[in-house]
């Protein structure tokens, strides 16, 4: 065999190999998206920068939609995997016991199998950090008034007490949202009562409410939103457990799991590494100092050892 031809096919066999190593790397794409409000942009990025970490090939729709529209566009294939919370689990099945979504294991034990069977979602293991709604008031006004629980602004409202809340069309309009409070501690909210936003961004109500936009003393609050006591709101206490557990989990199409198992592995540390007072802190960053979701969920992840 001549020199030449030798060196052809040593080339030959050279290029086959990359070629085949290259289609084994290729991983993806996959469509990562979140809700539009601080924690779920911060979710959504870590789980990007945990996948392009691995190798995989990530197209970023965070910032997506409300509840509604990424619940459709996820069971439509439009997108492959976004943080969703487990309590909503009572708000997708309807017909299920609403005291399920008020034990952590149980309501993500139900949610995960009810949305598997139905639609062919997968529920990774959520993160401890319940992000429950609320709502919270501006500290002179709870001073002023003795409000400490949704009992006492229940009273508070009854008795004439000026009110304003800042809030997202969810919360006002979901039967286990603002509906829910009302019901249960006995009071009722007109349309002039509120200051509505599209989005469910919490940065906007409690900074409305920490200005007094608009009159505005009262606000839609999250578990784990850090603005709330540097703005100066107070949280009302939830004293009938009303709401259910909210624990963030990424949330996969049963068809990209299959393809990419792997991706259960790479997610659950990162899941496991946020608690409430680490998310506070990091929804602080974001909303109060201004800094950029991905910056803040690259720190986070390079400092507990999850990317390079």
Not at 123 to 128: F, G, I, M, R, S
Not at 129 to 142: E, L, Q
Not at 219 to 228: F, L, N
């Amino acid at each position: 065999m001549s020199k030449k031809m030798f060196l052809l096919i040593l080339l030959s066999v050279s290029l086959l190999f990359s070629a085949c190593g290259g289609e084994e790397e290729a991983k993806g794409p996959v469509t990562v998206a979140s809700k539009i409000d601080t924690e779920g942009a911060l979710l959504g990025q870590m789980i990007i920068l945990a996948l392009e970490n691995e190798g995989f090939e990530v197209n970023d729709r965070t910032e997506f939609g409300p509840t509604n529209v990424i619940r459709q566009a996820i069971i439509n294939d439009e997108i492959d995997l976004y943080p969703e919370y487990t309590g909503n689990g009572g708000f997708f099945f309807s017909d299920t016991d609403p005291e399920i979504w008020k034990d952590a294991q149980k309501g993500y034990e139900t949610v995960r199998d009810l949305d598997r069977e139905a639609n062919g979602l997968v529920w990774l293991e959520p993160a401890t950090a319940n992000n429950t709604w609320a709502i919270a008031v501006r500290g002179d006004v709870a001073e002023e008034n003795n409000l400490v629980s949704l009992e006492d602004m229940g009273r508070y409202v009854n008795e004439g007490g000026r009110v304003k809340l800042a809030a997202s069309e969810e919360f006002v309009t979901r039967v286990d949202a603002l509906p829910a409070f009302e019901e249960a501690y006995g009071f009722n909210l007109t349309q002039d009562q509120l200051l509505i936003f599209a989005g469910g961004n919490t940065a906007q109500t409690i900074q409305a409410a920490g200005e007094g936009t608009d009159g505005v003393n009262f606000a839609m609050a999250y578990g784990t939103d850090g603005p709330v006591s540097a703005l100066g709101l107070i949280v009302l206490e939830d004293s009938k457990g009303v709401q259910p557990v909210y624990e963030p989990a990424p949330l996969v199409r049963e068809a990209i799991l299959e393809e990419y198992p792997e991706i259960e592995e790479i997610l659950q540390p990162v899941f496991a590494s946020l608690n409430l007072e680490t998310l506070q802190r990091m929804n602080a960053a974001i909303a109060l100092e201004g800094r950029d979701a991905r910056a803040v969920a690259r720190e986070h992840l390079e400092a507990e050892g999850l990317i390079d």
